[in-house]
């Protein structure tokens, strides 16, 4: 197995071993992640395959590997991260997404590493469950994001807050490296090393640059506008990532490092679902400005290589107008709107007004409302029961069916398409908690049927509907930290 990370000089990473899990059971993998490796998901169970993704066994030819990063940390320079508890296996050939393509190969929770600083490298069941659905949720929700093919847990303690037991999470994405890859050269003022980074990520992944005037200026551009995407498309679907450090920013503008991110329920712009986020720079509303804050960072780091101020602010103006541009198109897809219309902005801001006023359930709310037909007042009462203010929905409504009508909407069309962008089944709180806690017992059999249910997000699946429920009483004071 090759390893094209491992490529780059020894000071982007450390050569290592994991660290062996003890007496390792499977407790999910992903048939379509799985397949994207040309890999039949049931031999994930085969003893060889289960000893290789506990890190219990190399596979032939590997180089094991931890990265070096630093990063920004709630906007403050953290210095020296790292991989502190990943390692990358290598690179698996990817037919499943194209002939010639690759996916590295990460064990997440593999042990102590340099970088692990004060943490024990090892990833506690919970969150490795957590991070496995909703990296398979997001991609069938058509989120750009890293992938996970199987977490492998054992009965080794691990303390927490609480003890808990030790699990492996194996995650695949063309490459982990991070805005913070490139904050760490240009903060040890090491531009060689910065310059071999760039150079490798464009050579492998953005080889249409190196023919481009200025590279590195076209690289930050790219990124500015993947990331732009990717959060417009996370507004649009109403997930918070949660800690969005620039270590935890991806240069192909995957979603990358699931801790405590959540899906909004009760529609709270402010909502922080972060707990140890105490000043809400991460809370939803603020999303796509850190977003920006974090290009900026990545800008500054490759400042050396672009050259000038000019070109390197030229590039980051790309971000502004791509998220606009982005969420407004998926906003009118959600609303089932076909034409483009001056005051759509504002029909929009009228609905998350609404939607705050009444902290209406975000899924519900627009699943329900690709089912109104216009002229049909009983059809809209499943989406007005979402309003304690009805006065304010209805006035929203009035708003909404005006410009239905304005451009000839059908009704039929109209709940096709909006069936097909608007979830029903996203990967809520409580849910992943039912999953977690029966497999904290040894059934895994939730965690399956999750799964499942979430690979299809947006059909209807009557026979789950149980699952597209709000939340109940008890999971209100569900809590989500960095701990993991
Ligand atoms: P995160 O906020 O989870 O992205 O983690 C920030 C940094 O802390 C990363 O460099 C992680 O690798 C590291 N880290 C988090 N948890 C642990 C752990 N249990 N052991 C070692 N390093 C950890
Ligand atoms: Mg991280």
């Known amino acids: 197995m090759e390893n094209l990370f491992a490529s780059l000089p020894p000071a982007h990473y450390t050569n290592l071993m994991p660290t062996p899990l003890p007496a390792p059971y499977l407790v999910c993998a992903s048939a379509s992640a799985a397949a994207l490796i040309g890999l039949d998901v049931t031999a994930i169970s085969h003893p060889a395959l289960l000893e290789t993704f506990s890190g219990n066994r190399i596979p032939a030819g590997s180089t ?18 790292g991989d502190g508890r990943a390692i990358t296996l290598g690179d698996a050939a990817a037919p499943g997404i194209a002939p010639g393509a690759r996916l590295e190969l990460q064990l997440k929770g593999a042990g102590l590493t340099p970088y692990s600083r004060m943490g024990d490298g090892r990833a506690v069941l919970r969150s490795s469950i957590r991070e496995f659905l909703c990296s398979e949720a997001m991609a069938a929700l058509g989120i750009p ?66 023919t481009a005037g200025n590279p590195y200026q076209a690289l930050l551009t790219e990124v500015s ?20 450090n620039t270590d935890n920013m991806s240069i192909l503008g995957l979603t990358l490092d699931y801790g405590p991110f959540g899906f909004m329920e009760a529609f709270n712009a402010t909502h922080i679902c972060n707990h140890t986020d105490q000043q809400g720079r991460y809370s939803y509303a603020r999303q796509p400005q850190i977003g920006e804050w974090n290009c900026y960072a990545l800008g ?43 005051d759509d902005g504002k029909l929009f801001d009228a609905l998350f007004a609404v939607l705050q006023g009444s902290h209406a359930d975000f899924t519900l709310f627009f699943r329900r409302l690709g089912a109104v037909q216009i002229d049909n007042a009983a059809s809209w009462e499943p989406v007005r029961d979402l309003f304690i203010d009805r006065p304010a929905f209805d006035a929203w409504a009035l708003q909404y069916g005006a410009r239905l009508r304005l451009e000839h909407s059908d009704d039929a069309e109209r709940q096709l398409a909006m069936h097909a962008v608007n979830p029903k089944y996203v990967l809520r709180n409580y849910l992943a908690q039912i999953a977690i806690e029966k497999a904290q017992n040894k059934d895994f059999s939730e965690v399956a049927r999750l799964l499942q249910v979430l690979e299809k997000p947006f059909d209807e699946q009557v026979e789950n509907e149980k699952y597209a429920a709000l939340p109940p009483d008890w999971a209100s004071d569900l809590e989500v930290s960095c701990s993991s």
């Open 64 to 81: 094991p590997v931890s990265a070096v990063y630093s990063g920004h940390q709630f906007g403050v320079w953290a210095g020296q991260l």
């Open 145 to 210: 994001t890293t992938r996970a093919l199987c977490v492998i847990g054992s009965d080794q303690i691990v303390m927490r807050e609480q003890r808990e037991t030790a699990a492996v999470a194996t995650r695949m994405a063309p490459s982990f490296v991070r805005f913070g890859s490139f904050e760490h050269w240009f903060y040890n003022e090491k531009h060689d090393e910065l310059k071999t980074l760039a150079d490798y990520v464009i050579d492998q992944f953005y080889p249409q640059f190196k």
């Open 225 to 244: 506008l993947r990331t732009a995407h990717m959060i417009a498309h996370w507004q649009a679907v109403g997930f918070m990532h949660g800690v969005m």
């Open 300 to 342: 500054q780091a490759l400042l050396p290589l672009i050259g000038e101020v000019d070109e390197t602010q030229a590039a980051l103006r790309i971000y502004k107008p791509a998220y606009a541009e982005k969420f407004t198109e998926l906003m009118r897809a959600k609303l089932g709107l076909q034409t483009q219309q001056a």
